[in-house]
């Protein structure tokens, strides 16, 4: 027999519509992703990338509108930096901040920046000049916070070129330095650090699917994010030697202990920063290790 209202016969359909940046954030938030389990394709030239979740339908967006499309209901969630999200006053929940950036996991910080020889020497000198910047409202507020009257004229990038021949000073992004040293330019003042968060709209957190959905993306890319400068390292150790063995392992987590066949070793796990792993390996050798093996991990959810 038919149903009556076929469409009310069909199971809900719960898909999680979820915005992506392009730009500088795309590289290392798709490789966040692929660790976290996703495996996301992006074509080239198409904003709207495949991934194996039929719950997910995924959009690559600017940066800086994520938020506002999060806000107006166009998204679900999305993922973007903190610094658009606040530039865009967008009305929306942040489920959790990923510490990465475009090349490390320093924070991006919006500077502001004369070339090295200017006599600018703090906000006050401001008073009366010109600056660029992609974040207007950013820099005005900070100008108005520190009682400085400057004009603020938007600029849609390459904003290190642009001092000192039509700007006195400029708002921009740091994250290496590299860019700045280049343009032989110098800081004066930090107006706001950035990394990238996870936001939701209003509606899709009051979801009971959505938030659920979302809250177990947001477990995962946090392990996956929590995994990337650690490794696993395990070994045997004569019993004798537990104590020091023990104590001489960073102090992070405590490490699993199982005591083997043979009454006088013992096995040893634990997780640790892959940059203490050089310094380490020597001195558990010295102290009577055996069998050490260190291995990659993929996720860490404490
Ligand atoms: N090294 C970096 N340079 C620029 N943005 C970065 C960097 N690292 C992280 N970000 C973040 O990337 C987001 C987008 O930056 P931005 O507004 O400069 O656009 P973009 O993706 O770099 O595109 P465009 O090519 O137009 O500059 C911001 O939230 C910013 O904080
Ligand atoms: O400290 P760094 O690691 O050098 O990163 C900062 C640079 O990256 C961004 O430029 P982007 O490549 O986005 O080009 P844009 O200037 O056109 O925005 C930003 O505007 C800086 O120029
Ligand atoms: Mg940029």
């Not at 080239?44 to 995924?58: A, F, G």
């Not at 490390?104 to 009366?128: F, M, Y």
């Not at 070129?161 to 039509?166: A, G, R, T």
């Amino acid at each position: 027999m038919r149903a009556l209202f076929p469409d009310q016969m069909e199971p809900p359909k719960n898909i999680l519509r979820l915005g992506l940046p392009n730009g500088s954030l795309q590289e290392p938030t798709l490789e966040l992703l692929k660790r976290a389990g996703f495996h996301v394709v992006v074509s080239s030239r198409s904003y709207r990338p495949t991934v194996d979740d039929k719950q997910l339908e995924l959009r690559l967006l600017r940066a800086q509108e994520i938020g506002r499309y999060v806000d107006h209901g166009f998204l679900d969630c999305g993922i973007t930096g903190k610094d658009w999200i606040a530039e865009n006053k967008a009305d929306i929940e942040v489920l959790a901040e990923f510490n990465y950036s475009r090349a490390t996991s320093n924070a991006t910080r919006w500077v502001l920046v004369v070339p090295e020889d200017s006599p600018i020497q703090s906000v006050k000198d401001l008073e009366g000049k010109r600056i660029a910047t992609e974040a207007v409202g950013l820099t005005q507020t900070y100008l108005e916070k520190n009682g400085v009257k400057a004009e603020v004229e938007f600029s849609w990038g390459a904003t290190e070129v642009k001092v000192p021949e039509l700007v006195d000073a400029i708002v921009d992004i740091t994250e290496t330095g590299s860019s700045l040293r280049a343009n032989k330019l110098r800081i004066v003042d930090t107006l706001m650090e950035s990394y990238p968060q996870f936001v939701s709209s209003k509606a899709a957190f009051q979801d009971e699917w959505k938030r659920q959905k979302m809250e177990t993306l947001v477990l995962l890319l946090k392990g996956a994010l929590e995994a990337r400068d650690k490794v696993g390292l395990k070994m045997n150790v004569p019993s004798s030697a537990l104590k020091e063995v023990v104590a001489s392992l960073p102090a992070e987590r405590s490490p699993t202990i199982s005591q083997l066949a043979n009454a006088d070793w013992v096995a040893v796990e634990t997780v640790i920063a892959e940059s203490v792993v050089r310094e380490i390996i020597p001195r558990l050798k010295s102290l009577g290790a055996e069998g050490i093996v260190e291995y990659p991990l993929n996720k860490v959810i404490p």
